[in-house]
């Protein structure tokens, strides 16, 4: 009972996250990318999304560890340990991700965890993005690629196809 009841209050809470965020939606121009926010479930580089948007866009990455920290580890990556006691990331943990206002907001992870979705939610991104979720989080949702490289092609034709027929 108490998990279940923990997973209804995760989300009621990224329900919560989604309504209550005032961020403004501004559709990008793949020229005019600067910043871009990724949030990933496994170690991650960041080399392809520099070639992908070129060396302007500056790259921050939020990893989800579904493990416990050890105590010597030093990392921006949160943890299991980083969790309250409903499941969630602690607010201290991810508050510089999430208030960045980044140009694009990309959810790598290949599962859905409620930590990264509540994360996304949060975020004051001006425009998210992921694959495989039916969430109302994401502003595009690219289905059919679980290749990282594949969805970053299919992100950058499908803003080019919106921006040349805007």
Not at 4 to 16: H, S, Y
Not at 148 to 158: D, M, Q
Request: glycine share 4%; aromatic share 10%.
């Amino acid at each position: 009972m108490g998990n279940g009841f923990k997973n209804n209050f995760r989300r009621k809470a990224i329900k919560k996250a989604i309504h209550n965020n005032r961020r403004v939606v501004i559709f990008p121009d793949l020229a005019s990318v600067k910043s871009i926010g990724i949030v990933i479930s496994e170690s991650f580089s960041t080399e392809f999304i520099a070639k992908a948007f070129g060396p302007r866009a500056n790259v921050h990455v939020l990893e989800f560890v579904a493990r416990k920290r050890q105590k010597d580890e030093v990392s921006s990556s949160v943890f299991l340990n980083d969790m309250d006691f409903w499941g969630l990331p602690a607010p201290a943990k991810i508050s510089g991700f999430i208030e960045r206002p980044f140009d694009l907001l990309i959810n790598f992870s290949t599962e859905n965890v409620d930590a990264i979705e509540y994360i996304c939610a949060k975020s004051m991104a001006k425009f998210k993005i992921a694959s495989k979720t039916d969430s109302n989080i994401y502003d595009l949702v690219i289905f059919g690629t679980t290749d990282r490289l594949s969805l970053i092609e299919e992100i950058k034709k499908t803003l080019k196809n919106f921006n040349t027929n805007s």
